[in-house]
C-alpha cells in the first residue's frame, strides 16, 4: 500500500530549525515530483514548497523563499524540509503529498488540492514566540 510517512514536527523558539521528512512507500515515488503543504489552525491548507522527480526544479511559496529548503534522497525515497528561521506564522501541520502525474509547479497551482492523490497524515509544527 502507498504511504506518505511525515516525521520531525515539534514546538520550537521563533529563530530556530526544524527539518521535517516525508518517508515514501513504493519505489514509484522516485519518479512523482513531490511536495508540502500545510494547514494553520482555522485557515485552509496552502502549498509551502514542491520538487521535481529528480530535484532538478524546485518550487517555493513566496511566505518561506529562503527560509525553507526542499531536497530529496530517491535512494531513500525520503523528502525533506528543512526550515530556518522558523516565525510564529509558520505554525501548522505540515503536509506531505505526491501525485503520479503532477509536476512540481502543477503541485503549486493546483487549486483542488484533492485532485493530488497520496498524502500524509502530518506532522504538527509549533513555534512560540
Known amino acids: 500500500q502507498v504511504q506518505l510517512v511525515e516525521s520531525g514536527g515539534g514546538l520550537v523558539q521563533a529563530g530556530a530549525s526544524l527539518r521535517l521528512s516525508c518517508a515514501a512507500s513504493g519505489r514509484t515515488f522516485r519518479n512523482y515530483a513531490m511536495a508540502w503543504f500545510r494547514q494553520a489552525p482555522g485557515k485552509e491548507r496552502e502549498f509551502v514548497t514542491s520538487?521535481?522527480?529528480?530535484?532538478?526544479?524546485?518550487i517555493y511559496a513566496d511566505s518561506v523563499k529562503g527560509r525553507f529548503t526542499i531536497s530529496r534522497d530517491n535512494a531513500k525515497i525520503t523528502v525533506y524540509l528543512q526550515m530556518n528561521s522558523l516565525k510564529p506564522e509558520d505554525t501548522a501541520v505540515y503536509y506531505c503529498?505526491?501525485?503520479?502525474?503532477?509536476?512540481?509547479?502543477?503541485?503549486?497551482?493546483?487549486?483542488?488540492?484533492?485532485?493530488?492523490?497520496?498524502w500524509g497524515k502530518g506532522t504538527l509544527v509549533t513555534v512560540s514566540s
Open positions: 503529498a505526491s501525485d503520479p502525474i503532477f509536476s512540481a509547479q502543477a503541485m503549486q497551482m493546483s487549486r483542488n488540492h484533492n485532485d493530488i492523490n497520496y
Open positions: 520538487i521535481s522527480w529528480n530535484g532538478g526544479n524546485t
